[in-house]
């Protein structure tokens, strides 16, 4: 059974806790992937945004040309 609990920030099961997720998020996502190409890591570069066409101005009859 689980049961949750409110703890304060400095509560010492708090700091335990926190250690230990720290510790799995490094090992799960940290610094051990050293070998990876940094292209698969690097940020996507910005891509163009499109503006929805107000089809009210354009007329009843008008289609999306393509």
């Known amino acids: 059974m689980i ?3 409110r703890v304060s920030w400095g509560d010492p099961r708090s700091v335990a806790l926190r250690a230990r997720m720290d510790d799995e998020m490094h090992e799960r996502y940290g610094s051990s992937n050293g ?4 292209a698969i890591t690097a940020e996507p570069e910005p891509r163009a ?13 008008a289609r999306r040309v393509r």
């Open 3 to 5: 049961t949750i609990e």
């Open 35 to 38: 070998d990876e190409d940094p």
């Open 49 to 61: 945004v499109r503006r929805p066409v107000d089809r009210r101005r354009l007329g009843p009859g």
